[in-house]
């Protein structure tokens, strides 16, 4: 079974700074997606940026970026520029590239706090 | 569009009595995904619908929680008799397709389930 594990419970960034989430995973499949969603405080879950293990190119998505290191089976959230509003959870995610099982495998997640 | 929403967004109720939890998911969305998170703990799956067949049970913790998708549209899960493990946040997700296209899982606010 795959297990994705988040270490930082609680991380805390100055706005315009840049701050890196951490995650790890275990797998023994080849082929996967990996996820960071974001949770703001009583809102909804979104997602923020999607990696396909297949890819080499790390994913970017403006402000957001990826460090994937597929032989460390690691996947860290880079966020730069940080803004009050990406104060959130943040979650890791896991899910199988092949067959029929499409659940998301999640972290434990980061509390992000940004401060002025 | 309307994203997904659950019902209630919060609920009370005491060890032993029944408690059932309403997701509609994003119009044409063929899937719809429950998830629990157990305060501190990881986003755990629960089970996963195809339209109204289930095609995927796996997380299911016990035979107390039922769910169903009649008609394959919304989705109900029934906590019955509830105890207090049961206590947390439960979400639901849809998404377009499966397979491997990794499409995105869009989340509901949650219901906060608390059993005294």
């Known amino acids: 079974a795959q297990t994705v594990t988040q270490s930082q419970p609680e991380m805390s960034v100055q706005e315009a700074e840049t701050v890196t989430l951490s995650c790890t995973y275990d797998t023994s499949e080849s082929d996967y997606y990996l996820f960071w969603y974001k949770q703001p405080p009583s809102r909804q879950m979104i997602l923020v940026i999607r990696q396909e293990a297949y890819k080499q190119q790390n994913a970017t998505e403006n402000r957001f970026s990826v460090n994937f290191q597929k032989a460390a089976k690691s996947f860290s959230l880079k966020i730069s520029d940080s803004q009050l509003g990406d104060a959130a959870m943040y979650f890791c995610?896991?899910?199988?590239?092949?067959?029929?099982?499409?659940?998301?495998?999640f972290g434990t997640g980061t509390r992000l706090q940004v401060t002025l | 569009e309307a994203g997904v929403t659950q019902f209630p967004s919060h609920s009370v109720i005491e060890k032993g009595q029944t408690v059932t939890l309403r997701c509609d998911p994003i119009s044409g969305h063929d899937n719809l995904y429950w998830y629990r998170r157990v305060m501190g703990k990881e986003i755990k799956f629960l089970l996963h619908?195809?339209?109204?067949?289930?095609?995927?049970e796996s997380g299911m913790p016990n035979n107390r929680f039922l769910a169903e998708r009649t008609g394959g549209t919304y989705s109900t899960l029934k906590v019955q008799p509830a105890e207090l493990e049961d206590s947390g946040v439960y979400f639901c997700?849809?998404?377009?397709?499966?397979?491997?296209?990794?499409?995105?899982?869009?989340f509901g606010p949650g219901t906060r389930l608390t059993v005294l």
């Open positions: 619908f195809v339209k109204e067949s289930k095609q995927d």
């Open positions: 997700a849809s998404s377009q397709d499966w397979g491997r296209k990794g499409n995105e899982q869009f």
């Open positions: 995610a896991y899910r199988s590239y092949t067959g029929t099982a499409s659940k998301l495998t």
